[in-house]
C-alpha cells in the first residue's frame, strides 16, 4: 500500500497540504476485474491508484474493446473529471485486486484553488497524458492524411498550454521568496486560478469542437472599458513570455456591452498569443478602440510581418495554423464562434507595411 506523499501529484506539497489532501481521501477496495466506472457516468472525482492495477478502457457492454492505459501503484486517474465537469469519457477496471483512494470532485477544486504547488502538479500531469496520447495512439493515425491532422491537433494541445503553465510556474516561485508580503502573495495565487480557468477553457473549447458548437452565450452587462483595464495585465503577463508588451493607442470609450467576460477574455489571449507568435525577436500589440452609436470596434494590431495574402479567406476556418509548426489551429475560429455568439463580426485586414490588424465588432448594450 503505498502512502499519499509517495504519489506523484502530491509531491513538494508542505505538510498543511498533504494533510488537508489525506483529509478529503477516501479508500476504496476492488475486487479483481470489477468496474470502477463506466464512460458515460458523472465525473466525479479523481483516483489514486494505492495497491493493485487499474485499466482504462473503452468498452461496449461487457466487452472490453481496447485497453490504452493502465495504472499502477502511486499513479492517478479521472483527473479530467475534476477539470471538467462531465460525463467520462472511458471505462476504468480493476485489473487485479486493488485499493484506491479516492477524492471527490468538489473537495479536490478547493484544494487546488488553496494550494498553487498542487495547481501546477496537476497541469503538468495533465500535459503530460496529452503527450503520451499524442505519442502512443496517434502512431496508428497519421497513416492517412486526414488522421494526420489529429496529430497536430494533439501537438498543439501541448503547446497552447505552455503559456499558462509557465506563468503558473513563475508565480509559484513567488511563494518560496522569503519575507513575501501577503499582496504580493495574493497577486501570485490570483494569476495562479485564472491560468487554471484558462487551462480548463482550453480543454472545454477542445471539447466543444469535437462535441459540436451546441451551447449558448450567457452574458451580462458590463463596462467595455472597465473590464479592458482588468483584461490588460493577465495580457501583458502572457505577451512578457515572448518578450511583448501589449498597449492601448488612443482613448478607451466607456460604454456598455453585453458579454460573456470569461469566452470574450478567450478571444483577447488567442489574438494575442497568436501575435507574440508572429513576432519571433519580440514586439508591441497595440488595441484601439472606437465607439459608434451602436456598436463597439476593437482593433489588435501587431508589429510582426503581417498575414500572406493566399491565406486570407480561410484564416478562420479550423486547423488553420498559418504556417506556425506549432498550435491546435482552432484559435481563430473558436474567436470567430464567440464573436458571432455575442451578435458580433470579426475580420483582419493588411496593409503594406504593417503587422496583422484583427477587428471586431461588439454591438452596446441598450
Known amino acids: 500500500m503505498i502512502e499519499l506523499e509517495a504519489v506523484e501529484l502530491f509531491r513538494g506539497l508542505n505538510r498543511k497540504e498533504q494533510d488537508d489532501l489525506r483529509a478529503i481521501a477516501l479508500i476504496k477496495p476492488y475486487a479483481s476485474g470489477s468496474q470502477i466506472f463506466r464512460e458515460g457516468d458523472r465525473g466525479d472525482g479523481l483516483y489514486v491508484v494505492s495497491r493493485g492495477s487499474v485499466q482504462i478502457a473503452h468498452v461496449i457492454g461487457l466487452e472490453v474493446r481496447h485497453v490504452f492505459s493502465v495504472f499502477g501503484p502511486g499513479e492517478c486517474f479521472g483527473e479530467m473529471a475534476v477539470i471538467e465537469d462531465r460525463p467520462r469519457s472511458a471505462t476504468a477496471l480493476a485489473a487485479t485486486a486493488a485499493e484506491l483512494y479516492f477524492f471527490p470532485r468538489e473537495r479536490m477544486l478547493e484544494s487546488l484553488q488553496n494550494s498553487p504547488g498542487l495547481a501546477l502538479n496537476m497541469l503538468h ?30 501537438q498543439g494541445i501541448v503547446h497552447d498550454l505552455k503559456n499558462p503553465l509557465s506563468i503558473i510556474g513563475l508565480s509559484s516561485e513567488t511563494f518560496s521568496l522569503p519575507g513575501i508580503a501577503p499582496e504580493v502573495s495574493a497577486r501570485a495565487q490570483a494569476r495562479i486560478k485564472r491560468q487554471v480557468r484558462r487551462i480548463n477553457d482550453l480543454v472545454g473549447d477542445i471539447l466543444i469542437f469535437t462535441e459540436g458548437w451546441n451551447q449558448g452565450c450567457p452574458t451580462k452587462t458590463a463596462n467595455y472599458r472597465a473590464y479592458i483595464l482588468e483584461l490588460l495585465p493577465d495580457l501583458n503577463t502572457e505577451a512578457e513570455l515572448k518578450s511583448a508588451r501589449v498597449e492601448i493607442q488612443g482613448s478607451l470609450p466607456s460604454v456598455q456591452i453585453q458579454l460573456d467576460p470569461r469566452r470574450l ?55 488553420m495554423t498559418h504556417g506556425k509548426s506549432q498550435g491546435t489551429g482552432l484559435g481563430l475560429f473558436i474567436c470567430k464562434k464567440i464573436i458571432e455568439d455575442h451578435r458580433g463580426k470579426i475580420s483582419v485586414r493588411r496593409e503594406a507595411g504593417r503587422g496583422a490588424i484583427f477587428c471586431f465588432t461588439l454591438p452596446l448594450a441598450h
Do not use: W, Y
Request: no cysteine.
Open 265 to 319: 477574455g478567450r478571444v483577447f489571449h488567442n489574438l494575442v498569443h497568436n501575435a507574440t507568435d508572429a513576432m519571433l525577436n519580440g514586439g508591441k500589440i497595440f488595441l484601439r478602440f472606437q465607439a459608434s452609436a451602436s456598436e463597439m470596434v476593437t482593433e489588435i494590431e501587431d508589429t510582426g510581418p503581417g498575414i500572406a495574402p493566399e491565406i486570407g479567406d480561410n484564416l478562420f476556418q479550423p486547423f
Open 125 to 154: 500531469m495533465v500535459s503530460h497524458r496529452l503527450r503520451e496520447f499524442n505519442q502512443r495512439h496517434l502512431r496508428e493515425l497519421v497513416q492517412s492524411e486526414s488522421l494526420a491532422v489529429i496529430g497536430r491537433f494533439a
